[in-house]
């Protein structure tokens, strides 16, 4: 059980030859230089066929990227401007088509095809009166005018009228509140009347006498 563990890597071979050394040789010194830019390629690429035929496929392909980036289903990535805005982003936006997709209806059943009402106006018009223009001579004027002094005049009259009757009214009232306070005062002297007391019980009789009397009264 102690021998567990132990000697484990001796049997294992490491083959030099797989990193492009061969047995005996020296290995490589450090190098202290930066790759080249372009390192010398062991394949070279397939010549580019230039013909027709794939001219055709590669403006295809362009025009059918294009169409789906256009799409209305085609989804874009939010990104956060790091710049200013600028006067070209308003005509570079105008420059987006609308993402609105538009079917063709020739292909599909007429009852997927969506109904848009438009409001009718109403026929019936309301009717409203016209005013018919009359043309006033001078004499119209004239009479309307004279009307209209006549009605003032009649207005003042009666206002003047009724100022005198309101007069006469005020000074009415005025006597009748002054008679009513001198029946009051009438009442109240009655009244009192019964109030005072006249007892005589005699004993001021003969203190009336003058001095000058010749003697007493028997």
């Given at each position: 059980?102690?021998?567990?563990?132990?000697?484990?890597?001796?049997?294992?071979?490491?083959?030099?030859?797989?990193?492009?050394?061969?047995?005996?040789?020296?290995?490589?010194?450090?190098?202290?230089?930066?790759?080249?830019?372009?390192?010398?390629?062991?394949?070279?690429?397939?010549?580019?066929?230039?013909?027709?035929?794939?001219?055709?496929?590669?403006?295809?392909?362009?025009?059918?990227?294009?169409?789906?980036?256009?799409?209305?289903?085609f989804?874009?990535?939010?990104?956060?401007?790091?710049?200013?805005?600028?006067?070209?982003?308003?005509?570079?936006?105008?420059?987006?088509?609308?993402g609105?997709?538009?079917?063709?209806?020739?292909?599909?059943?007429?009852?997927?095809?969506?109904?848009?009402?438009?409001?009718?106006?109403?026929?019936?018009?309301?009717?409203?009166?016209?005013?018919?223009?009359?043309?006033?001579?001078?004499?119209?004027?004239?009479?309307?005018?004279?009307?209209?002094?006549?009605?003032?005049?009649?207005?003042?009259?009666?206002?003047?009228?009724?100022?005198?009757?309101?007069?006469?009214?005020?000074?009415?009232?005025?006597?009748?509140?002054?008679?009513?306070?001198?029946?009051?005062?009438?009442?109240?002297?009655?009244?009192?009347?019964?109030?005072l007391?006249?007892?005589?019980?005699?004993?001021?009789?003969?203190?009336?006498?003058?001095?000058?009397?010749?003697?007493?009264?028997?």
């Amino acid at each position: 059980m102690a021998g567990r563990g132990r000697g484990r890597g001796k049997n294992v071979s490491f083959n030099v030859e797989a990193l492009g050394f061969g047995r005996g040789e020296a290995l490589p010194g450090p190098i202290s230089q930066p790759p080249p830019l372009f390192p010398t390629a062991d394949f070279k690429p397939v010549p580019f066929q230039q013909s027709e035929e794939y001219d055709y496929m590669l403006a295809l392909k362009q025009e059918f990227l294009g169409n789906m980036r256009k799409s209305p289903f085609f989804l874009q990535a939010s990104h956060k401007r790091k710049d200013i805005e600028r006067y070209s982003d308003k005509y570079q936006a105008a420059a987006e088509v609308n993402g609105k997709w538009k079917p063709d209806w020739r292909r599909l059943p007429a009852e997927l095809k969506p109904r848009v009402r438009r409001k009718t106006k109403s026929s019936i018009k309301p009717s409203v009166k016209v005013k018919s223009k009359v043309k006033l001579s001078v004499e119209d004027v004239s009479k309307t005018l004279e009307e209209l002094e006549k009605k003032e005049v009649d207005q003042g009259d009666e206002e003047e009228e009724e100022e005198e009757e309101g007069a006469k009214k005020k000074e009415e009232g005025e006597v009748e509140e002054e008679e009513d306070e001198i029946y009051d005062e009438e009442d109240i002297e009655e009244e009192t009347d019964y109030i005072l007391s006249y007892f005589d019980n005699g004993e001021e009789y003969g203190n009336d006498d003058d001095d000058a009397d010749e003697g007493p009264v028997y």
